[in-house]
């Protein structure tokens, strides 16, 4: 079982509308509702794939209601920590052009609420095969929430996939995550660096095993200590952009639980990412793109092997 | 009692932002949820005046839950009939500009639930001074449901107030609601006459009792059978108009429960209404500048009184 700890989940509400036009008022035409938040798209992914896959989450008030009762209804694993706040809404604004994002910041979690977050994912690490760290922490949750997490679970001695940006992934970094997934502009962000192969050995340098970077229509980029891999879709990508990363980390935890190395994850990876940006719903993929895909991209090693390179 | 329904209600989410623009990601700083729709606002602003209200609305669900919830942290008094289907929302995303406003359409009643909302709106009506029917019929609701409504407060021979558009403002007006509350563009809507007196002859001529038309800046305009009146704010009144039209009806409200006039209601009513603009959210008001403001202003006939001009 792959399980996933999302500290911020949401419930994600999208809206289409025929025309969006601010400062004028619109009938919405479609409403969509589902359960969000990066590690519930992983865990959503993972469940479509036939992986097992739990999510440990906290959910409070009505808005945590509603996430729990389409969790339930999704047929997804999960195991809710009770909080006193309310569960964040995130509302997309769907029009013909583009979408539009509103981002609620999330319940304040006391310590005793972060504490039972901790303490629910130890509970269920013993039948995780890889644990998998994804999205912002709340406010109120501790810096160094993600380290604490990270050296949880590798002290039950699995792989721990960590999908944060800014001070929670610099703080988790010493504990020795074992791959983290920055995107282009996180890697930037990170380290000021702009070429992602000199950002992704900086943040080997500072602690993490390996770097799985997501550079957009380029692919991915995988470093470790061994060298380095890229994986690119045949050709550009157009649809909804939104999960793509959370179906990178689907496929990379999987590769990790069994035991697969770059040019078996970073193929399937593409190909999931890519098949999920031809769906119109984070969280979701189009199955028979993914399937096409996977058996036609291959990874390739770029650059010299050398242990001093970095 | 003021027994308020309201057949569509909502959850009202506001969310401040710094600056709005279309097709791109916001960080939304401030949100505030309240319970909304028209009847909903009505009853709040009659509760805030110590007028005794009581609102009767379907809920259904888990944002039904978050209604009723914030209801009861209000003190409002409900009489909620549950439905199987999920009460709508409302967000209005407010920038330094303006608002931009995304409305759900609602639930689908189906014809077991509209009875049970009439059902439960006759069992309050023996403690009422006044029914106030407001807003849209929700999704599956009879077009004839605010004529059945009206033609039920009639029977126990209290005055029914009627703020509906299009045809459900229509298919109601044979019913003989004591006084609908149209704007100038539902006045124009529902006749296709651009002048306000004409518009509101003909709604009489179709079975109003007495029309009150709200006309923004121009304050309202009160015609009957007798004559017509006007009020006026002093001066154009700037802030969040939402629920002006609600603070109208929650004035027209008390007045008719103590049998007050047009000279006695429409001062009352300019007043309500400018204060709740001058209040941020809607079914709030600024209870100084209302308290000014009704000292301040009077109601004035308007042309000759003659029973065949209409």
Not at 96 to 101: E, F, H, L
Not at 214 to 219: E, R
Request: aromatic letters at 4%; charged letters at 15%.
């Amino acid at each position: 079982m792959i399980l996933t700890v999302t500290p911020n989940p949401a419930l994600d509400v999208t809206y289409t509308v025929p025309c969006f036009r601010p400062h004028t008022s619109h009938r919405v035409t479609g409403v969509a509702t589902q359960a969000g938040g990066k590690g519930v798209n992983v865990a959503r992914v993972l469940t479509a794939l036939g992986r097992p896959a739990r999510c440990v989450l906290p959910l409070g008030g009505p808005t945590g209601d509603a996430v729990r009762t389409e969790l339930t209804a999704a047929g997804l694993d999960h195991a809710p920590v009770p909080i006193a706040g309310d569960t964040r809404r995130t509302v997309a604004v769907i029009d013909p052009t583009d979408a539009t994002m509103l981002n609620e910041p999330g319940p304040v979690l006391d310590p005793a609420e972060w504490d039972a977050l901790v303490a629910e994912t130890r509970r269920h690490l013993p039948q995780a095969a890889v644990l998998v760290l994804s999205g912002s922490l709340p406010p109120g949750a501790p810096v160094d929430g993600y380290a604490q997490l990270v050296t949880l679970g590798r002290t039950f001695d699995i792989p721990v996939v960590l999908d944060a940006d800014g001070p929670a992934l610099l703080a988790a970094l010493p504990a020795r995550p074992t791959v983290i997934k920055p995107n282009a502009s996180e890697l930037t962000t990170a380290t000021g660096l702009p070429d992602p192969h000199d950002a992704a050995r900086t943040l080997l340098r500072r602690g993490a095993e390996a770097v799985l970077a997501s550079l957009g229509a380029d692919g991915l980029l995988a470093v470790d200590t061994h060298g380095a891999w890229r994986c690119a879709p045949p050709a550009a990508v157009t649809g909804n952009p939104t999960g793509a990363g959370d179906s990178t980390v689907a496929a990379l935890a999987a590769g990790l639980s069994g035991n697969a190395g770059w040019s078996a994850i970073l193929p399937d990876a593409v190909a999931l990412s890519a098949a999920t940006v031809l769906h119109p719903r984070a969280g979701h993929f189009d199955d028979a793109a993914y399937r096409r895909l996977r058996h036609s991209l291959t990874a390739s090693r770029v650059g010299a092997v050398s242990p001093f390179a970095w």
